[in-house]
């Protein structure tokens, strides 16, 4: 928002502004292209003159097409008079010295004006009317003039080819390989292992979703004798007769009983043995992810 300029403006006044207090004109159909098209608060300055070598300097505030408007307190300004000017004088855009001195005493033009400049240098505003210089490298200038962001990655060393060499495998878990990679199938419903020597191997028998599922347990043991040493220790008793005389005794005999109970020695050891046995399945079904595996091309 501000002062503007244009080149080439010049075209004949098709209506003048009337008498020396007008604010109002218009120019030859078409021309008024030439000239600055000021938005709200913007501005140019023009110069009113004829075949006799007379000139005014009036400010212009807004342009339609073909039809100008003066600035209230915008006539005969930089040191010229108003005058009344007629249809077939001209009107130019021409460089004017008060365009110069506003130009001239701009904040920000005096602050770039006051540095000292030096080589591999930019300068950049550290707010209102106030100017730094930094470094800049030739480095970051081929990365400035780089058009687009393909050329730019290719000035950092961080183009495609560059981040991810091709044959690179890596895992995606998505349905079908990312545009550049191929989708590798030589490895199906298997697990990934996490190795602390060279990867890229492979190996086991038993596919994933076989392995991981409800497993029955169950299991038995060959026919087995049990010996003495793997019975509880344990005691018997038997009961004997005697004749008259008392002089033998026979069991289960038919004399007379007499009370007598003889025992015998502890036997077995009380040694383990098998069974056969059974029990609940163990539900191994573990929740997954399936993930695809893919080579970079």
């Not at 077939?88 to 008060?98: K, L, P």
């Not at 005096?110 to 400049?117: N, R």
Request: charged share 10%; glycine share 14%.
């Amino acid at each position: 928002m501000g002062l503007k300029f244009s080149n080439f403006g010049k075209a004949i006044i098709s209506s003048a502004p009337s008498g020396t207090t007008g604010l109002s004109f218009t120019v030859e159909v078409g021309k008024g292209v030439l000239f600055p098209s000021p938005g709200i608060g913007d501005y140019f300055y023009g110069i009113f003159k004829d075949a006799s070598g007379n000139r005014e300097v009036v400010k212009i505030e807004a342009r339609t097409t073909d039809s100008l408007i003066i600035a209230q307190g915008g006539r005969g300004l930089d040191g010229t008079a108003p005058r009344t000017w007629a249809a077939g004088d001209y009107f130019v855009a021409g460089v004017t010295s008060i365009a110069l001195q506003e130009s001239l005493v701009n904040p920000n033009l005096q602050a770039l004006g006051a540095l000292e400049t030096s080589a591999d240098k930019m300068a950049y505003f550290t707010g209102p009317g106030t100017v730094a210089l930094a470094n800049l490298s030739s480095y970051i200038r081929s990365l400035l003039d780089d058009d687009d962001a393909s050329v730019a990655r290719a000035t950092l060393g961080a183009a495609p080819a560059s981040l991810i060499p091709p044959g690179t495998v890596m895992s995606f878990f998505q349905a079908t390989a990312p545009a550049g990679w191929t989708q590798v199938t030589a490895h199906h419903n298997k697990a990934l292992r996490v190795v602390g020597s060279s990867g890229g191997g492979s190996g086991g028998s038993v596919a994933f979703t076989s392995a991981f599922t409800s497993q029955a347990v169950s299991g038995w043991n060959s026919a087995t004798t049990l010996t003495s040493a793997q019975i509880p220790a344990h005691t018997h008793s038997i009961s004997t007769y005697g004749d008259e005389t008392g002089t033998g005794f026979v069991c289960a005999g038919s004399g007379p009983f007499v009370s007598n109970i003889n025992s015998f020695e502890n036997t077995g050891g009380g040694g383990s043995h098998s069974h056969i046995f059974t029990g609940t399945a163990i539900n191994l079904a573990v929740q997954y992810i399936d993930i695809i595996i893919a080579s970079k091309d």
